[in-house]
């Protein structure tokens, strides 16, 4: 994928990268945000009626290989599994439709962002940064987040760490335009939902789990057998905004089964994987177009720019 060549994009995708090297240190190699992950691959198959919402390859082919890397969230390498801070998990899925061609959905299991846009992020982030503990009361964070309800609503919301990374719900953040052979398109944001059902931890439980339980965890179960996810997106109606991530549809918008992801093996020698793999937000796909949501370009632009320096250190 190409860097945009937009100069104040590219200026705030290295201003949000050094905001998150100042929150969680320089780590060479490794993500600056999800930075502990694993992975595994396997397949997707589509349901048979996916290509009525979209013409993209993998909805319409019998099946498509798959990579995906699970992740706790922060900067931080070896963030305990069971630090409240590691959620939302993340979520990041590769099709792999030819030799070097590939579209992919990131997700994270949290139905929402903090911020509309990529300014107002690094706002959020600065006001973290300076909010210590020993900071004066109102502290940068909190005007923050009094003056920007949709960041206080997502902070405030309750994301309980899941039993295994098998048993959570993830959600694409911004929506797609997906068309299908007939040119009829709808907006969608991916839902990834667990065949296992969804199993969160109280707090107590949670405490008397290791630092590496989950990714120990996911290990053993897929060595046991398949882990299933059905792939799904909310479709939008006429008159849902599209283009904001921190605007919620309505609970009774059609969920839409695209089809069934099935692990089947820890991908051999994840580490350098890893380092080597960067996810694309935008689909890039034939019969998937990103929406205007103004998030989607700068992430693109971060993941490219940290993945070169990621495959560089």
């Known amino acids: 994928m190409p860097l945009p ?28 945000a999800h930075a502990k992950g694993g992975m595994l691959s396997g397949v997707f198959t589509p349901a ?15 099946s498509t290989p798959v990579s995906v890397r699970f992740s706790n969230s922060t900067g931080v390498p070896l963030i305990p599994d069971n630090d409240p801070n590691a959620d939302p998990r993340g979520l990041a899925v ?19 962002f903090p911020t509309h846009t990529g300014n107002e992020f690094l706002e959020f982030l600065r006001a973290v940064a300076s909010s210590g503990p020993d900071t004066p009361h109102p502290t940068p964070i909190e005007a923050f987040l009094g003056s920007h309800p949709a960041a206080l609503a997502f902070v ?4 309980p760490t899941p039993a295994s990374f098998a048993r959570e719900t993830y959600y694409g953040v911004t ?33 008397g789990k290791s630092p590496n339980f989950l990714f120990d965890e996911l290990l053993e179960r897929v060595a ?18 599209v283009n904001d991530a921190t605007i919620h549809w309505p609970a009774n918008r059609e969920i839409f089964e695209i089809g069934t ?11 350098a994987e890893q380092k ?38």
């Open 276 to 313: 080597h793999i960067i996810f694309d937000p935008i689909p890039r796909v034939d019969g998937i177009e990103p929406s205007d949501d103004p998030l989607l370009e700068l992430r693109a632009a971060i993941y490219l720019l940290s993945g070169g320096r990621r495959r560089a250190a």
């Open 94 to 112: 590769r099709f792999h439709l030819a030799e070097r061609v590939h579209t992919d959905i990131v997700s994270h299991s949290f139905d929402g």
């Open 48 to 62: 048979a009626n996916a290509g009525s919402l979209s013409r993209a390859p993998h909805f319409i082919r019998e």
């Open 175 to 207: 929506a797609m335009k997906f068309i299908n052979r007939d040119g009829v398109s709808r907006y969608g944001r991916y839902r990834i939902l667990p065949e296992a059902g969804n199993d969160h931890l109280s707090a107590e439980e949670l405490a």
């Open 224 to 241: 046991n057998g398949s882990i299933k996810f059905k792939i799904a997106a909310q479709l939008a109606e006429e008159g849902d905004e």
């Open 156 to 159: 405030q919301a309750p994301k």
């Open 261 to 271: 992801l099935t692990l089947t093996s820890a991908v051999a020698d994840a580490a």
């Open 5 to 32: 060549s937009d100069e104040k994009l590219l200026a705030l995708a290295n201003d949000l990268l050094q905001q998150f090297e100042q929150l969680f240190g320089l780590n060479p190699g490794l993500r600056p």
